[in-house]
């Protein structure tokens, strides 16, 4: 079945357009599946994460998994000044949003020249996408939303930098994406001239640790780098999203002796 990402707007049914999202390989967290495998649904509502492991075999490390995300972030950890992360960001001519059902993801062109550099291993900036409320916790204590810039070595690794995102009255930098959300499953808009720096806070610290992605599969072998502060994200903009995605975290997992360090800042 031929299938544009462009004009998906005559899909009408929800199962139909989860079967074209299927087809297209598109799938949630920084997952991406082979273009000619179907994707099991899973969502966050009674097919949520207690039952993802149920949903398929292919989604059984979501519940046998030893290193699983989302965790929380205990403030008082050790700290490794040197070992931050390089990000390497500069402006996007343009990305393309998708509504895919679970979150709004960008994606961004491959040689849009963003990266990260983890001990020494370059990851280029693939998409990034949101959560709501956050997934991961800083003591206990989660935000308004979570937004994941995920990224991918030549190797096939992943690593996901995720930004916590702190509703305020007055913020504006991620207004452009939030506000041009395609507001049915399989509608894409183009945003121009995005600038992911204007999206992380200034103090660049960072939680790092391995863990998984979020959404099924829940594949392990990811490296996360959680900013410790917040970044602002407009209140308007927040209630937009949730009227689209009530919730869309993974409750936080066992954290099952998994070192995790404070770096930066850099
Ligand atoms: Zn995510």
Redo the contacts with the bound molecule.
């Keep these: 079945m031929p299938v544009r990402p462009d004009d998906l707007s005559n899909v009408i049914t929800r199962r139909g357009a989860l079967a074209a999202l299927a087809l297209l390989g598109i799938a949630?967290?920084?997952g991406s599946v082979a273009a000619t495998t179907s994707t099991p649904h899973w969502d966050y509502n009674a097919e949520g994460p207690d039952h993802w492991a149920d949903l398929d075999r292919g989604y059984a490390t979501c519940r046998a998994g030893h290193a699983q995300s989302p965790i929380d972030l205990d403030s008082p950890t050790e700290l490794h000044p040197s070992d931050h992360i390089e990000i390497d960001y500069r402006s996007i001519s343009s990305v393309k949003l998708l509504n895919n059902g679970h979150?709004i993801q960008a994606a961004v062109p491959a040689d849009s020249g963003n990266r990260i550099v983890v001990d020494g291993t370059a990851f280029t900036l693939t998409q990034f996408?949101?959560?709501l409320p956050s997934?991961h916790t800083v003591d206990g204590h989660d935000t308004a939303m979570?937004l994941?810039f995920?990224h991918t070595a030549s190797s096939g690794r992943l690593a996901?930098l995720?930004v916590l995102l702190h509703a305020q009255p007055d913020a504006t930098p991620l207004t452009p994406i939030l506000t041009a959300t395609p507001n049915r499953i399989g509608l894409t808009r183009t945003v121009s001239a995005v600038d992911p720096r204007e999206y992380l806070p200034t103090d660049l610290a960072q939680f790092r640790y391995q863990g998984s992605?979020?959404?099924p599969p829940c594949t392990e072998g990811v490296e996360w780098i959680v900013l410790r502060h917040p970044a602002p994200v407009a209140i308007p903009d927040v209630d937009n999203y949730r009227a689209l995605f009530p919730h869309s975290n993974r409750p936080t997992q066992p954290r099952n002796g998994r070192p995790v360090v404070l770096a930066g800042p850099n």
């Design positions: 949630g967290c920084g979150t996408h949101f959560h997934e979570e994941h995920v996901v995720a992605l979020t959404t």
